[in-house]
């Protein structure tokens, strides 16, 4: 279950990174995987150039790097990590994305940006990374030390007629919780939220049908949705062998409604540290990076996130 090779984790100078640090640092031991660690400055406009000896930024970038030097050799002893010290210069999620793209990462490790005047968890910044990055990102909370004591995984699909993207991604999705789930000894639950198509209609309006239809109906949809999370989730866990099957047992939540309402408040209940979703648009509208669900349930939810996109996913940033 060895998902990532190249993880980039990014250093914010005005948090407190180290518990977030101590995860990456582990997350990679665990994947036998490289690890990035890089900070960002602003390009500052030419005219301040002289007042900063003729070169931007130079002492803010020499003390973003003696920063991220010693956070590196405070927790490095003894991992067998290889590390890589940058320091990124521009628009931060821009930034960011460039770095994924040119040195091809397949994770973003980052704490979630202080915006504490907004009613929700993520800001504007955090939102663009989720959008147009192409490799899954994982958002943490500053204030989540230990490690997490639940995880829930969101998967979608639409048993009538599923299209192989779709597939793809839940089953990714599906492994990464797994290999999380077992690096961070945390409960597994996986949810699955279903409707019937034209319910409502059918039950009232000019399309109502007698009731002993519809519930037949209804239930005839939920059995196939059931059918199908089992097949998935079976698929996944038959793949990493008993042993860890039989330690892991993960919970399933096959719930009817609106995932937009639904997952928001499974996590609220369950009190659930992480959340795993795909964050795949259905709309062929050009510009739509992130499905209109995703953005709602992200700007509902207050814990931790690890975002994945479809394999295929080009970002749009060059």
């Not at 400055?41 to 003729?54: H, M, R, T, W």
């Not at 590196?72 to 003894?78: D, G, L, P, R």
């Not at 910044?125 to 490799?135: A, G, Q, T, V």
């Not at 639940?150 to 639409?158: C, R, S």
């Amino acid at each position: 279950m060895k998902n990532f090779k190249n993880i980039l984790f990014i250093v914010d100078a005005e948090m407190q990174c180290r518990p977030a640090f101590e995860r990456a640092m582990l997350l990679a031991e665990n994947n036998q995987a490289n690890l990035t660690v890089a900070t960002i400055v602003d390009e500052l406009p030419g005219y301040y150039s002289q007042l900063i000896n003729g070169e931007k930024n130079k002492p803010i970038k020499n003390e973003r790097l003696k920063q991220i030097e010693d956070l590196v050799a405070s927790i490095q002893k003894n991992k067998k990590v290889k590390v890589i010290i940058k320091l990124l210069v521009g628009k931060p999620f821009l930034a960011i994305i460039h770095e994924v793209l040119t040195q091809k990462m397949d994770l973003v490790i980052k704490i979630v940006d202080k915006e504490t005047f907004l009613p929700r968890l993520f800001g504007s910044s955090d939102m663009s990374i989720l959008r147009e990055c192409p490799c899954p990102v994982w958002l943490l909370k500053s204030s989540v030390h230990e490690p997490y004591k639940k995880l829930l995984v969101a998967v979608d699909f639409d048993p009538m007629s599923t299209e192989p993207v779709d597939d793809q991604l839940n089953l990714r999705i599906l492994n990464m919780s797994l290999s999380l789930a077992l690096s961070e000894f945390s409960e597994l639950h996986i949810v699955h939220v279903w409707s019937a198509y034209g319910e409502s209609g059918l039950r009232s309006g000019f399309a109502k049908q007698s009731t002993t239809k519809v519930d037949a109906y209804v239930d005839e949809i939920r059995v196939k949705h059931e059918a199908y999370l089992q097949q998935l989730v079976s698929s996944v866990i038959d793949s990493v062998g008993k042993e860890v099957s039989d330690y892991i047992k993960p919970r399933i939540h096959l719930i009817k409604g609106h995932a937009r309402d639904e997952i928001p408040e499974l996590a609220k209940r369950e009190q659930v540290d992480l959340i795993l979703m795909g964050t795949l648009a259905r709309t062929g509208v050009p510009g739509f990076f992130m499905g209109n669900t995703s953005e709602t349930i992200l700007n509902q939810i207050d814990c931790s996130i690890l975002a994945v996109k479809p394999a295929d996913f080009i970002s749009p940033v060059a």
